[in-house]
Every structure is written in structure tokens, then in C-alpha cells.
């Protein structure tokens, strides 16, 4: 069992900068990925930055490359996802999530094993 707990998440005009972080309750390096979700009131639960823990490897939807940077930090457990440039489209709540399946398929179809409880980001226009 692990449990992830984020921070870092707010309100804040459209350009404006964020950092999200997780702390996970065990050793990140168990993990094959660690990713960021968010997900919109009425709307799927959508993954859109992850990285392979192991080798650093890190992987973007394109509503989000060149934008947002997803890193880890093993001697801490953190994963953080740093964000810049945000737009009105980006308001959502924030997750955290952790997969133990091999080759990240959890994440991959959206189903990791663990979850945060999630953080609120506004964008405002």
C-alpha cells in the first residue's frame, strides 16, 4: 500500500506559473512510473505527463509538451510537475498517481494502482 499526497495546487491567471508536488509514502524507485492526471467536472480522467522512475524517461500529451515538466526526486519520493504557461483550458483538478505494472500500463490505459486525493488548479482568462 502507498499513499501519495499532493500540494502546490491554486488559482492563478492565464501565463502564470504553478508547481504541483506528490510525496509518496513508499520508496518511488518500487514504482515502474509515476504520472499527473486531471480531470474536468463531467469529463474522463486524463493522463498527460508520466515518467519511468527508473530511467527518467518522461512522456507528454501534446495540449502540454513544451509547457509543463514532470520530475522526480527517489531520495525524497516526490514527484513534481512544474507548469508554466497556463491556460484556461489547464483548470481541472490534479492527481497523482503510482503503477506497479510493468512497462507503466496502469497509467498507459488510465487505470494506475494508486491515486492522490488531488489538487485544485484555476486558470482565469
Known amino acids: 500500500q502507498v499513499q501519495l499526497v499532493e500540494s502546490g495546487g491554486g488559482s492563478v491567471q492565464a501565463g502564470g506559473s504553478l508547481r504541483l508536488s506528490c510525496v509518496a509514502t513508499?520508496?518511488?524507485?518500487?514504482?515502474?512510473?509515476m504520472a499527473w492526471f486531471r480531470q474536468v467536472q463531467g469529463r474522463e480522467r486524463e493522463g498527460f505527463a508520466y515518467?519511468?522512475?527508473?530511467?527518467?524517461?518522461?512522456h507528454y500529451i501534446d495540449s502540454v509538451r513544451g509547457r509543463f515538466t514532470i520530475s522526480q526526486d527517489n531520495a525524497k519520493n516526490t514527484l513534481s510537475l512544474q507548469m508554466n504557461n497556463l491556460k484556461p483550458e489547464d483548470t481541472a483538478m490534479y492527481y497523482c498517481a503510482a503503477d506497479y505494472t510493468s512497462f507503466c500500463a496502469g497509467v498507459r490505459d488510465g487505470h494506475p494502482d494508486y491515486w492522490g486525493q488531488g489538487t485544485q488548479v484555476t486558470v482565469s482568462s
Open positions: 515518467i519511468w522512475t527508473r530511467s527518467g524517461l518522461t
Open positions: 513508499r520508496n518511488t524507485l518500487d514504482t515502474y512510473c
